[in-house]
């Protein structure tokens, strides 16, 4: 059974720093691009980021751009999001994703993880 499991959210304030991990297992995902979305309360789903299978080649909206970074460790089956600089329009439950392709996890993941809240303090 395939499964994405994120940890890291928590309660911080604005300017503040989260790590975001999501660890999966079930099979392997070091082919597969991986990535983040978001749902803030009363919106919907958003993409954030997005990581290739070798970790080359990353994308991130435009809210995020310059403050949030992709990475993964494909040795641990595991994706990161460093979040800094963080902001209370930040707030939202973060969903861990994989794509069963290797560059892109938009416009539609094939997996997806329980979800992880973050809190961003004014």
């Known amino acids: 059974q395939v499964q994405l499991v994120e940890s890291g959210g928590g309660l911080v304030q604005a300017g503040g720093s989260l790590r975001l991990s999501c660890a999966a297992s079930g099979r392997t995902f070091s082919t597969s691009a991986m990535g983040w979305f978001r749902q803030a309360p009363g919106k919907e789903r958003e993409f954030v980021a997005t990581?290739?299978?070798?970790?080359?080649?990353?994308a991130y909206a435009d809210s995020v751009k310059g403050r949030f970074t992709i990475s993964r460790d494909n040795a641990k089956n595991t994706v990161y999001l460093q979040m800094n600089n963080l902001k209370p329009e930040d707030t939202a439950v973060y969903y861990c994703?994989?794509?069963?392709?290797?560059?892109?996890?938009?416009?539609?993941?094939?997996?997806w993880g329980q979800g992880t809240q973050v809190t961003v303090s004014s």
């Open positions: 990581i290739s299978w070798s970790g080359i080649s990353t």
């Open positions: 994703a994989a794509a069963d392709r290797r560059l892109v996890i938009t416009p539609a993941p094939d997996y």
